[in-house]
């Protein structure tokens, strides 16, 4: 299988509802992979991504077509969490 590629389609900056708290949520975009074909889903499919608290804020519009590479480590709970990204020029 290829490595899953994902491309920034945006970003949005909010507060959360119940405490203010200061959130930002990328939106990228990614082709189908075999197995999501074999269950039906052909073409693309996007998803968000939650940035680190420590990312919150951080984007900036140049990132939009970019190819986002999320970093991922293990948090308390022994479950993967978005620890760090980087962007790469998206190359078809």
């Known amino acids: 299988m290829d490595k899953v590629r994902f ?3 945006g970003y949005r900056n909010f507060n959360k ?8 949520v990328l939106t990228a975009f990614y082709q189908c992979t075999p197995q999501d ?10 998803t968000d991504f939650f ?4 990312k ?6 140049d990132c939009v077509g ?19 990204f980087s962007f790469k020029e998206w190359k078809a």
């Open 7 to 9: 491309q920034v389609l």
């Open 17 to 24: 509802k119940a405490d203010g708290k200061p959130l930002t």
């Open 37 to 46: 074909n074999e269950r039906g889903s052909f073409g693309m499919k996007y």
């Open 51 to 54: 940035l680190p608290d420590d």
């Open 56 to 61: 919150v804020g951080t984007l900036t519009p």
């Open 66 to 84: 970019k190819e986002f590479v999320p970093q991922y480590g293990i948090n308390g709970f022994g479950r993967p969490t978005l620890e760090d």
